[in-house]
């Protein structure tokens, strides 16, 4: 939908795990090769985190370089969304302990609990409480240890996953023609069995039969994932854009999930548009979740590819299954 949402992006950090493991590695052990991998997927290598690692400090660490960058305070932070499926614990929520962690005052804090979708999600629900005036500068972070819940035994997953955290400093903006000017967010939980961890809720608590049956690992139907990434990104790219008044020339730049290297060249070629004007690192770091968009987003900005007046549209769907895209003014 249309809307006026005078926000801007203040500053932006990721983290990154150090070990990198590539499609040789998988070749190594799992009936795969480098070649097989790269073709269908587009990923090289990606980032796995060691034992001590997690999301928390991935997360942390990613929120204080985009406080870093944005020139911010921790104690100026009103508002921190955490977009995660990979939690610290259960409970609390991962975003209560990034709070704590960086020396925040008592702010609200929450996680998005949408998939790939978390971190769009959250930049379209703090840009509301910055425009409602609830809240003044906003902290957002999209963390994941996919590697966790990833069965590294199944070839059609393993390969897919890394782990990496994204943020940014989201205010008010301070130039008047800067802002989203449109957003989408949707969901269809009838095909929420697409992508699923069948175990570790409520449902099916652990036990001793679900660890033996690896059901605490996700579970993917690759083929109407792709067939539903490739329609929806689509889509929505063509839906955000009309609902602005947009035409797609002018847009400067597009930062997409990075799910499938495949998906995104499919849906830009349908669409028209260059693959120059998208942002594209699965290569080397697969795919992430949540953390994926602000990680590209991040390289974009540090990259110098996005300018003051820019038009930029983030643009993500997961498990859910769900879908988000918010139209940024730079």
């Avoid at 983290?15 to 073709?39: C, G, K, Y």
């Avoid at 969304?81 to 991962?94: R, Y």
């Avoid at 069948?198 to 792709?226: C, D, F, I, Q, W």
């Amino acid at each position: 939908m249309k809307v006026h949402w005078p926000v801007e992006i203040a500053g932006t950090g990721v983290a990154l795990p150090s070990r990198v493991v590539t499609n040789n590695d998988f070749a190594s052990r799992l009936e795969t090769t480098d070649e097989w991998i790269h073709q269908r997927t587009g990923i090289r290598e990606r980032r796995i985190a060691e034992p001590h690692e997690s999301t928390l400090g991935l997360g942390t660490a990613a929120c204080a370089s985009a406080l870093r960058a944005a020139n911010t305070e921790a104690s100026e932070i009103d508002l921190l969304i955490c977009g995660t499926i990979t939690p610290e614990h259960t409970l609390p929520t991962t975003s209560c302990q990034i709070q704590a962690a960086l020396g925040c005052r008592h702010i609200p804090a929450f996680d998005q609990v949408s998939a790939c979708t978390g971190f769009v999600w959250s930049v379209a629900t703090a840009a509301q409480y910055i425009a409602s005036g609830f809240a003044k500068t906003a902290l957002v972070v999209g963390a994941e240890c996919m590697s966790r819940i990833t069965d590294m035994e199944d070839r059609g997953t393993a390969i897919l996953f890394g782990d990496a955290a994204g943020a940014a400093v989201l205010r008010k903006a301070t130039h008047p023609d800067s802002g989203i000017l449109a957003a989408r967010m949707g969901a269809d939980g009838g095909q929420a069995l697409a992508i699923w961890v069948p175990a570790g809720g409520a449902k099916e608590p652990a036990s001793t039969r679900t660890v033996n049956e690896r059901l605490h690992y996700l579970r993917m139907n690759g083929r109407e994932v792709y067939k539903f990434a490739v329609s929806k990104m689509q889509e929505l790219m063509k839906g955000t854009l009309d609902d602005a008044g947009v035409k797609l020339d002018e847009l400067s730049l597009v930062v997409p999930h990075q799910s499938n290297q495949r998906i995104i060249e499919s849906a830009c070629d349908k669409l028209g548009l260059p693959t120059s004007k998208v942002v594209v690192n699965i290569d080397r770091f697969g795919n992430t979740s949540a953390a994926s968009v602000p990680v590209a987003l991040h390289e974009a900005m540090s990259a110098g590819r996005i300018r003051r007046g820019d038009l930029v549209m983030l643009i993500a769907f997961g498990a859910g299954l769900t879908w988000g895209s918010v139209l940024l003014r730079v």
